[in-house]
C-alpha cells in the first residue's frame, strides 16, 4: 500500500496566513479544523478563530495566552511550532492551498480508513464497527470538501462589514449609460443572446479588452471561431480597418503599419486576454479549463463562445438536457471560483423583433425565446438580448443589405440592477459597437 501524504508542512503554511490581515480573512471563509491532522496546529487553527471572531488582534502573543486557556497543549510545543510558522513566507492564495490540503487529507484519511478495514479488529469485529469507520471517514471528507462554513446572518454581516476598499467590478465598455447601467461582478453568470448573425461574438471580444483595459485578465473559451478569427476582429475594431480583409490578408502597408502601432500601444491589454478554442468542448471538461484559466493565468473573468456549442458525454442526451447541464456546470464554476462568466446564447426565432421605437410590430424577446433550455434564463444573474433593428418603418434602422445597422442591447432580467435597452451602433466591416448618443426608454 502506498504511502500517505504527509499533510503538516500545508497545515504549518496555512497557519502562516493567520498572522496576515488579509490571507486571514480569505482562511476564515474557506477553512475549519478538520483541515488538521497535526494536534498543534489544529488548536493553535481553533485559537485563532476564537480570536478573530472575538475581534482580538492575532499575534503570537494572543495565541500562546488563548491556547494556554483553552488547551492541554504544552507551552514548549507550542513555541516549537511558532517557530516553525514564522520562518514561512506568507501564503499568496490561501484558499487554494486549503483546497489543496483538503484533497490531500482526504487522500490520508482514505489511506487509514484502508488500513483499519484490513485490520483483523475489523475484520472479526461487527458490521456496524466497520460502517461507523465508514460514516466517520464519510463526514469528514464531506467537511473537508464543502466550500465554507455554515454561518450565522450575525458572522456573515460581520465577515462583509470588515471588507477593505470597494468591491471588483467592471465596466463593459459600450458608452456611459450602459456603463452605468450594465456591471459585471464577482461571482457572476451573464448571458448575451442574440441571433446568428447579430453581432454576439463581436461585442464579447470588445468587453472582453475593456475588462482587460481595467488590469484584468480574461479568458475565452472558443468553440465558435479559432484564435485568428477572433484576433482578426480585435485589430478590426481597434484599427478601424475592415475585419474580412485583415483575413484575406488584403491590406495595404499603410494599413499594416496601422495595425502594428495599435498592437504596440495595446500590449498591456492583449497580454490579458487568454484563448482556448477547441473544436469542441463536453460539460465534463469545462471544470478543467475554468481551474487553468484560474490556476495558471490568474483570470477573474471567464467568457463562453457559446452555451449550445458544449457538447456531453454519451449518446443519448438531448440538446435540451446538454444546454441545462452546461449552465447548470458554469453556474457552479462561477460560484465556487468567485469568477464572473460572461457566456453567448443562440434564440429560438429566426428573425429578431421588437416592441417599439417606431415598428408596432411583434413582441419584445424573452427568457423563453433562449434556445433549447429556460436553464439558462434561471441561472443567470443577467440576460442581455441583442436584436437587429430592420424593419423600414423604424427611424433608428439601416437596409438590409447595410453594413451599418443598430444594435437594440435589452436587459430581460438584472438580478443585480435595474432594466435597461439602449440602441446602439455597430458597424460590421470593423465589427465595432459605439453609443451615438441615442437612448430609448422602452417598456
Not at 459600450?174 to 448571458?191: A, E
Amino acid at each position: 500500500m502506498t504511502k500517505p501524504p504527509d499533510t503538516r508542512p500545508y497545515e504549518l503554511a496555512l497557519l502562516r496566513g493567520i498572522f496576515d490581515p488579509q490571507a486571514a480573512r480569505d482562511t476564515v471563509q474557506a477553512g475549519n479544523t478538520k483541515l488538521f491532522s497535526d494536534e498543534v496546529a489544529r488548536s493553535m487553527y481553533s485559537a485563532f478563530l476564537k480570536l478573530h471572531f472575538d475581534r482580538v488582534p492575532v499575534t503570537e502573543d494572543a495565541i500562546r495566552l488563548e491556547m494556554a486557556t483553552s488547551s492541554d497543549v504544552p507551552d514548549e510545543a507550542v513555541s516549537a511550532t511558532l517557530l516553525e510558522v514564522m520562518d514561512l513566507p506568507v501564503p499568496s492564495h490561501p484558499k487554494r492551498l486549503i483546497d489543496g490540503l483538503a484533497s490531500l487529507r482526504k487522500r490520508a484519511l482514505l489511506h487509514e480508513l484502508r488500513e483499519y478495514l484490513d485490520t483483523p479488529e475489523a475484520i472479526k469485529g461487527s458490521m456496524a464497527g466497520a460502517i461507523a469507520k465508514i460514516n466517520e471517514f464519510t463526514h469528514t471528507a464531506h467537511t473537508l470538501s464543502s466550500a465554507g462554513k455554515v454561518e450565522t446572518l450575525w458572522d456573515t454581516m460581520q465577515r462583509i462589514m470588515e471588507r477593505e476598499g470597494p468591491s471588483r467590478v467592471w465596466e463593459v465598455g459600450l458608452g456611459d449609460y450602459l456603463n452605468r447601467h450594465w456591471v459585471i461582478r464577482k461571482p457572476s453568470y451573464t448571458v448575451i443572446a442574440a441571433d446568428s448573425g447579430s453581432g454576439k461574438t463581436a461585442m464579447l471580444i470588445q468587453i472582453a479588452k475593456h475588462i482587460a483595459s481595467q488590469g484584468t485578465n480574461v479568458g475565452i473559451i472558443s468553440l465558435e471561431m479559432t484564435k485568428e478569427e477572433l484576433t482578426f476582429r480585435a485589430a478590426a475594431q481597434d484599427a478601424g480597418i475592415d475585419s474580412s480583409r485583415i483575413e484575406d490578408n488584403l491590406i495595404t502597408d499603410e494599413e499594416r503599419a496601422v495595425i502594428f502601432s495599435v498592437m504596440h500601444q495595446r500590449r498591456a491589454i492583449y497580454e490579458r486576454f487568454f484563448i482556448m478554442d477547441d473544436s469542441t468542448m463536453t460539460v465534463e471538461q469545462l471544470p478543467a479549463k475554468y481551474n487553468e484559466f484560474v490556476a495558471k493565468h490568474q483570470c477573474e473573468v471567464i467568457l463562453l463562445d457559446y452555451l449550445q456549442r458544449v457538447q456531453m458525454s454519451g449518446k443519448n442526451n438531448g440538446k435540451v438536457d446538454v444546454v441545462t447541464a452546461t449552465s447548470e456546470t458554469v453556474t457552479a464554476l462561477t460560484k465556487s471560483l468567485g469568477v464572473a462568466t460572461i457566456a453567448l446564447s443562440t434564440l429560438n426565432e429566426a428573425t429578431s423583433s421588437f416592441d417599439g421605437a417606431g415598428s408596432g410590430k411583434g413582441r419584445r424577446k424573452g427568457l423563453s425565446n433562449l434556445k433549447n433550455a429556460r436553464q439558462i434564463g434561471h441561472d443567470a444573474s443577467t440576460v442581455v438580448i441583442l436584436t437587429m433593428l430592420t424593419d423600414k418603418d423604424d427611424p433608428l434602422a439601416r437596409g438590409i443589405d447595410s453594413p451599418e445597422k443598430y444594435i437594440m442591447v435589452d436587459s430581460v432580467k438584472n438580478r443585480k440592477g435595474g432594466w435597461f435597452c439602449k440602441p446602439l451602433h455597430f458597424h460590421g466591416p470593423t465589427q465595432r459597437y459605439s453609443d451615438d448618443g441615442m437612448m430609448v426608454e422602452l417598456r
